[in-house]
Structures are given as C-alpha cells and as structure tokens.
C-alpha cells in the first residue's frame, strides 16, 4: 500500500501551464509504476499518463500527448504532470495512482489512488 497526496490544481487561462506534483509515502514507492487520471464533470475518470518504477518508460494519452509530461523523483518519493498548451477541454479533477504493475496502471486500474485535485481551464 502507498499514500497518495496530490497538489498544484489551480485555474488558469487557456495556453498556460500547471505543474501537478503527487508525494507518496511508504519506503518502496521506487517499486511502483505511477500514472495520472482525470475525471471531468458528467464523465468516466480516464487514463492520462503513466510512467514506469525506473522512470525509463512513459505513456500518454492521444488527447495530452505533446503537451503534457510525466516523471518521478524516486529520492523525493514524488510524481509530476506538467502541463502545457492547456485547453478547457483538459478542466478536471486529476488524480494520482500507483500500481505495481505498468500494465495494470494503463489499463486504468491501479490499486491506490490520491484524493484528486482541481484543474480548471479557463477560455
């Protein structure tokens, strides 16, 4: 099991930025392949972006891909989205997850979540 607390949401104008960050607690968050998701208002949470323990591998959705990006700090214990070219369409809530398995992270399935946080796009 690993904790999961995400922050960095804010609002902001379309074309701008946000940086997410994402601490996990525990001693083997290095083991744990992390992944970021979003759920918008009257829709399913959807799968955004994942990175492999060793943060050699990424993943991305077609919807983000150029714009945003995933790492890790496995010295930090952390994970982060940073966020560009924002566009309204990418309003959420954005959450963290961890998983042990990759596979399972981008099936959209991973077994510990964070609590979320809000991301507004304005335009």
């Known amino acids: 099991q690993v904790q999961l607390v995400e922050s960095g949401g804010g609002l902001v104008q379309a074309g701008g930025s946000l940086r997410l960050s994402c601490a996990a607690s525990?001693?083997?968050?290095?083991?744990?392949?992390m992944g970021w998701f979003r759920q918008a208002p009257g829709k399913e949470r959807e799968f955004v972006a994942a990175?492999?323990?060793?943060?050699?591998?990424?993943f991305y959705a077609d919807s983000v891909k150029g714009r945003f990006t995933i790492s890790r700090d496995n010295v930090k214990n952390s994970v982060y989205l940073q966020m560009n070219s924002l566009k309204p369409e990418d309003t959420a809530v954005y959450y963290c997850?961890?998983?042990?398995?990759?596979?399972?992270?981008?099936?959209?399935?991973?077994?510990?979540w964070g609590q979320g946080t809000q991301v507004t796009v304005s335009s």
């Open positions: 997850a961890a998983d042990l398995s990759i596979a399972t992270m981008t099936a959209a399935v991973p077994s510990n």
């Open positions: 525990g001693r083997t968050f290095s083991s744990y392949a």
């Open positions: 990175i492999t323990w060793s943060g050699s591998s990424s």
